[in-house]
């Protein structure tokens, strides 16, 4: 793990890249590493989130300025603006169940094959998708869900990047950190190694690459 600045974190991004943000409605996300993206102006981004959040919070910033290409979220309700862009035609939404969601994200950061679910079945949501019969019950098999950069936010982390997220925050971000081939981590407080009990520690140090220095 290295401590890197905001800027020099969000530099590593490219263009293009997908990412699957930790989050619910803004709670837990990683809000500076957001702005960053907005100021440097990465474009064509593919966001994997729990949702777009609304106008001017969380993904919604990355949104509202025109950075994202597509978006693989479960909702869509509270942001007008990700709506527009959808009906405008430019910016992809692909909608999926939030339980298939998040356990299409465990499989992408476990490495597993996918998730059978009886989730969609016999509605549109099983088109294009394979079916399988297990048991006499029919599944759809949804695949893993991995992306270039992991963005995540934490409560606390300490000087070898172990993280603790703190109640609600704690949402998406610890499966979204398995997910992404490297991991970019913000943290309100950044403490001595032992201020995090072992028991706390959500995200092992070993997983997250950047961890954000505090100004």
């Known amino acids: 793990m290295k401590r890197v600045s ?30 960053e993206l907005v100021r440097q102006g990465k474009r064509d981004l593919t966001i994997i989130a729990n949702d777009t959040a609304l106008p001017g919070v969380g993904i919604g910033k990355l949104i509202t300025a025109g950075l994202v290409r597509k978006a693989i979220v479960s909702h869509i309700g509270l942001n007008p603006e990700t709506q527009q862009q959808k009906i ?4 992809e939404v692909e909608l999926v169940p939030q339980g298939t969601l998040i356990e ?13 679910t009886p989730t969609g079945v016999g509605t549109l949501a099983e088109e294009g998708k394979r079916k399988i019969e297990v048991e006499g019950s029919e599944y759809l098999l949804e695949t893993p869900l991995k992306a270039d950069f ?8 300490d000087y070898t990047g172990n993280l603790r997220y703190v109640l609600t925050a704690r949402n998406f971000n610890p499966m979204a950190a398995m997910a992404g081939a490297t991991v970019i981590a913000t943290a309100d407080h950044i403490v001595p190694v032992g201020v995090i009990p072992p028991d706390d520690v ?11 220095a505090n100004l």
């Open 6 to 35: 905001l800027e020099d974190a969000v530099a590593l991004i490219p263009n293009e890249a997908s990412l699957v943000i930790g989050g619910f409605m803004g709670v837990g996300t990683p809000e500076r590493l957001c702005d």
């Open 88 to 91: 405008a035609g430019t910016l």
């Open 104 to 116: 299409r994200i465990r499989c992408g950061g476990y490495g597993l094959g996918g998730v059978l």
């Open 202 to 212: 959500m995200t092992p140090a070993v997983i997250v690459d950047h961890l954000v």
């Open 150 to 157: 992991a963005l995540v936010h934490a409560m606390f982390a």
